[in-house]
């Protein structure tokens, strides 16, 4: 599939497309999206980063993290990749985006325009394993804690957004 993503400014107007590993390289701001699935017992499904994943191999992230990519509209990319990434689909909704800018030691950056969803489901995903090595449901409170102790374990991103997905949870 063509991993044109979509480049765009910091108002989020789209400017361009740029190939996935290139836009990475140049730190280019581009879309992306985070998904939080939660169940009924007011716990996240975080997934295991793959080992081979280009970059944050090995660290807990929220449920699904992709890009939105050309000439596809966003919202079959979400439920593609929620599909492809944990081998289900659910109802999601819009909460909030964000940009984020981070570096990895291997020359890549991710420089995103992070739009997050909220999805509910209370059945036991099949995670793509060249996606995610392992998956696990933890409580939104033990999970804040966690990530207060111990960030290294988790994706730069959950750590950025997940104070924001946590206010917004409780809100709502």
């Not at 739009?115 to 998956?135: C, I, M, N, Q």
């Not at 990530?147 to 997940?162: D, K, V």
Request: aromatic content about 14%; proline content about 3%; glycine content about 6%.
């Amino acid at each position: 599939m063509n991993q044109e993503l979509i480049l765009v400014d910091e108002n989020d107007h789209v400017v361009g497309f740029g190939e996935k590993m290139t836009v990475h390289r140049n730190a280019d701001l581009h879309r992306a999206f985070s998904i939080f699935i939660i169940n009924s017992n007011d716990e996240l499904l975080l997934q295991k980063r793959a080992p081979g994943k280009y970059h944050s191999g090995g660290l807990w992230s929220n449920t699904c993290c992709s890009h939105p990519i050309k000439e596809e509209d966003q919202e079959i990319t979400i439920h593609r990749r929620l599909r492809e990434e944990m081998g289900f689909d659910c109802a999601l909704e819009y909460v909030f985006k964000f940009i984020y800018r981070v570096s990895f030691g291997n020359d890549l950056t991710e420089h995103e325009y992070d739009h997050v969803y909220l999805g509910r489901y209370d059945g036991t995903p099949k995670p793509d394993p060249k996606e995610a090595s392992d998956f696990k449901w933890m409580h939104l409170d033990d999970l804040r804690k966690d990530l207060h102790a111990h960030p290294e374990c988790y994706t730069y991103w959950l750590n950025h957004a997940f104070e924001q997905f946590y206010a917004h949870h409780f809100k709502s």
